[in-house]
């Protein structure tokens, strides 16, 4: 007898190059919820390729489809250690032509070699700007509950794009 998909894809682990989807809600130690996919499509990603977060990817692998796991990622295996060298003071004039500069929001910053960073807004004095470019979430101990919806083999095009392809 032939497995059909629906079958296969509830019994295939997760390994490298497996396609995954599932749904999420990710919180911090005090319990906030940070992001969810809560009424939305799940959560798809190619395994072994980067697509997750260190940690998160270390604790799907080997699950299956219908799985559910809590995980807790310590920062080293997320978005990293704090660091306060990536926190630096810079002159309006660095956002010509940018009207209105708010804590919170998010730019790209160039240096003078080319390579572009995200970078946050920490603080807004009225000459200077301070800019973190830290991601959001480093320093941050994340729990993760998830579900797993769906396992399946990548094609030879997604594991060659290192993508999922719809």
């Known amino acids: 007898m032939i497995p059909d998909k629906n079958t296969s894809e509830r019994l295939m682990n997760i390994v490298k190059h497996a396609v995954v989807a599932f749904h999420y809600t990710l919180t911090n130690d005090a ?17 072994g390729t980067g697509g997750v977060i260190p940690g998160l990817e270390a604790a799907l692998e080997g699950k299956v489809a219908g799985d559910s796991l809590q995980a807790v990622i310590a920062p080293e295996e997320a978005y990293g250690a704090h660091d306060p060298q990536l926190i630096q003071v810079v002159p309006r ?27 946050g807004i920490a603080a807004v004095e009225e000459d200077e700007i301070t800019v973190d470019g830290n991601h959001p979430l480093a320093g941050e101990t994340l729990h993760f509950d998830v579900q797993i919806v769906s396992v399946r083999p990548a094609t030879e095009t997604e594991v060659n794009h290192g993508h999922v392809h719809d």
């Open 31 to 47: 319990g906030e919820v940070l992001d969810s996919s809560e009424n939305q499509d799940p959560l798809v990603y190619l395994h």
């Open 93 to 119: 004039s660095a956002f010509a032509g940018i009207e209105v500069i708010e804590v919170g929001m998010r730019f790209t910053a160039s240096d003078g070699e080319g390579q572009q960073q995200s970078v």
